[in-house]
């Protein structure tokens, strides 16, 4: 009778975590990317700091303190979604890498 029972697989709440983990990580990497980007392009005059939330030419203590608070505040933002509802926090985790990630893409233009 167990042979014809379908088996249903669901992640562990220690995969899930691992995913997550692993889906912060990635956005903290572009957040990295995108300061590191941000700073060079205000050293060599080749753009100008487009977010609202700087000045259009900010110094790099201002970069890195603000993309500083992004990533501890987006880890925490993201701890707290988790542990309220974990795929609605799987979900902002893409969403909020799709955007960094266009970011760091649409910054390429200005490295060439």
Do not use: C
Not at 40 to 64: G, R, W
């Amino acid at each position: 009778l167990f042979l014809f029972m379908p088996v249903i697989s669901v992640a562990s709440d220690e995969e899930q975590r691992v995913s997550m983990r692993n889906l912060e990580i990635t956005y903290q990497a572009l957040n990295v990317v995108d300061a590191a980007q941000t700073i060079y392009f205000l050293h060599t005059d080749k753009a100008h700091e487009l977010n609202p939330l700087l000045t259009s030419h900010p110094s790099v203590l201002q970069i890195l303190a603000f993309k500083a608070a992004m990533g501890v505040g987006h880890y925490a933002l993201m701890e707290a979604v988790y542990d309220y509802n974990p795929k609605l926090a799987r979900g902002l985790e893409y969403f909020t890498i799709a955007i960094q990630g266009t970011v760091v893409g649409l910054n390429l233009r200005y490295s060439f």
